[in-house]
Nanobody, 124 residues
Framework: QVQLVESGGGLVQTGGSLKLSCVASGRTSSSPVMGWFRQAPGKDREFVAGIKWSGSGTRYSGSVKGRFTIAREIGENTVYLQMNTLKPDDTAVYYC?????????????????WGPGTQVTVSS
């Protein structure tokens, strides 16, 4: 089992920045891939970014590439999502997820563990 807890969400103006954190505990070694997803009101949950704990691979959705950066701190079992140049369309609940596979997948069905989410609201 892996437990995930997100933090860092909040309200920010268009063009602003936020940094989300996800602390993992439990059998983290069994889940080498971490991902961030988001779900806006009335929309499906979508992939944002993913990374391997080894740091050897990252992946971003087209809508955030160049604005968001995913990183991990192994010693703290923490994955970060630095979000810059935020837009109102980035407003959503952001979820951290972990998967047992070795590929940084953008398919939420392939993730095994999920955090409760943190709200990000970008005002125009």
């Amino acid at each position: 089992q892996v437990q995930l807890v997100e933090s860092g969400g909040g309200l920010v103006q268009t063009g602003g920045s936020l940094k989300l954190s996800c602390v993992a505990s439990g059998r983290t070694s069994s889940s080498p891939v971490m991902g961030w997803f988001r779900q806006a009101p009335g929309k499906d949950r979508e992939f944002v970014a993913g990374i391997k704990w080894s740091g050897s691979g990252t992946r971003y959705s087209g809508s955030v590439k160049g604005r968001f950066t995913i990183a991990r701190e192994i010693g703290e079992n923490t994955v970060y999502l630095q979000m810059n140049t935020l837009k109102p369309d980035d407003t959503a609940v952001y979820y951290c997820a972990a998967r047992a596979g070795v590929v940084v997948s953008n398919d939420q069905r392939e993730y095994d563990y999920w955090g409760p989410g943190t709200q990000v609201t970008v005002s125009s």
